[in-house]
T-cell receptor, first 110, second 112 residues
Framework: DAEITQSPRHKITETGRQVTLACHQTWNHNNMFWYRQDLGHGLRLIHYSYGVHDTNKGEVSDGYSVSRSNTEDLPLTLESAASSQTSVYFC?????????FGPGTRLTVL | KQEVTQIPAALSVPEGENLVLNCSFTDSAIYNLQWFRQDPGKGLTSLLLIQSSQREQTSGRLNASLDKSSGRSTLYIAASQPGDSATYLCAVPFSNDYKLSFGAGTTVTVRA
């Protein structure tokens, strides 16, 4: 079955380190998204891509970057991790309107 | 920017009762609306997608309605079961785009 996976599922890192969260989908969807979920803020869009080599900033993109070198993957990089980036991160993909989500990565920045 | 509101934030009902979950949005020029379910510590599962041309969408015990003119959608869950306990989120696209704006969700507890 086609699916969307995220790795790692849990990550603890230190302030200032670079961290990359992986997202891989096997649906061959053009559209991919990264969200973070925090208590009191709900789900907020970080970055998104509508195709290979296309990347766009969302509402909370500061301190994050993405690159899209193929259809299947959209890795999210935290350039210099900060405690404010402790959160649960979700990747999603869509062909047209319906979005499908991965299981999430819980990131703790100490 | 599209603002999405879900009321109530939490709901507790006895098993067998019908559930009514509300979602409102500020920009009525939407193309579609999607309802999700999230279990604790898990990702989001898509339940229903309603296109702007539809007024209702049904899947099993779930029925979602959409009233664009009033900026509202309602998710009905018939004959609730303890397994329906979860957080339900609605989401609408930013205008003329695929990225979504989410409500904060309604956390449902169905008591056996």
């Amino acid at each position: 079955d086609a699916e969307i996976t995220q790795s790692p599922r849990h990550k603890i890192t230190e302030t200032g380190r670079q961290v990359t969260l992986a997202c891989h989908q096997t649906w061959n969807h053009n559209n991919m998204f990264w969200y973070r979920q925090d208590l009191g803020h709900g789900l907020r869009l970080i970055h998104y891509s509508y195709g290979v080599h296309d990347t766009n900033k969302g509402e909370v993109s500061d301190g994050y970057s993405v690159s899209r070198s193929n259809t299947e993957d959209l890795p999210l990089t935290l350039e210099s991790a900060a405690s404010s980036q402790t959160s649960v991160y979700f990747c999603a993909s869509s062909y047209l309107d319906e979005q499908f989500f991965g299981p999430g990565t819980r990131l703790t920045v100490l | 920017k599209q603002e999405v509101t879900q009321i109530p934030a939490a709901l507790s009902v006895p098993e067998g009762e019908n559930l009514v979950l509300n979602c409102s949005f500020t920009d009525s020029a939407i193309y579609n609306l999607q309802w999700f379910r999230q279990d604790p510590g898990k990702g989001l599962t898509s339940l229903l997608l309603i296109q702007s041309s539809q007024r209702e969408q049904t899947s099993g015990r779930l029925n979602a309605s959409l009233d664009k003119s009033s900026g509202r959608s309602t998710l009905y869950i018939a004959a609730s079961q303890p397994g329906d306990s979860a957080t339900y989120l609605c989401a609408v696209p930013f205008s003329n785009d695929y990225k979504l704006s989410f409500g904060a969700g309604t956390t449902v507890t169905v008591r056996a």
